[in-house]
């Protein structure tokens, strides 16, 4: 699943979050290079529709550990 940025939107959706969940979501967008609410809207995409494709569920979960690895070693 490719999440674009800069189109045209219809709505918005807001979310509440507390201070850690909303640090942990800015930690990954910083990793990633994108703004925040980029990532928050790839991560619910994900979610409403999982893909089959295996490259991109391997993709992910390289990122996921990657981020895992990231956070337990600066800890």
């Given at each position: 699943?490719?999440?674009?940025?800069?189109?045209?939107?219809?709505?918005?959706?807001?979310?509440?979050?507390?201070?850690?969940?909303?640090?942990?979501?800015?930690?990954?967008?910083?990793?990633?290079?994108?703004?925040?609410?980029?990532?928050?809207?790839?991560?619910?995409?994900?979610?409403?529709a999982p893909t089959d494709?295996?490259?991109?569920?391997?993709?992910?979960?390289?990122?996921?550990?990657?981020?895992?690895?990231?956070?337990?070693?600066?800890?």
């Open positions: 699943m490719t999440v674009t940025r800069g189109h045209v939107r219809a709505k918005t959706l807001q979310i509440r979050l507390n201070e850690d969940e909303l640090g942990e979501l800015t930690a990954l967008a910083q990793d990633r290079g994108l703004p925040v609410s980029t990532v928050a809207r790839q991560l619910l995409l994900q979610s409403l494709d295996l490259r991109s569920a391997l993709d992910r979960l390289e990122r996921d550990l990657s981020a895992v690895r990231r956070k337990a070693l600066s800890a």
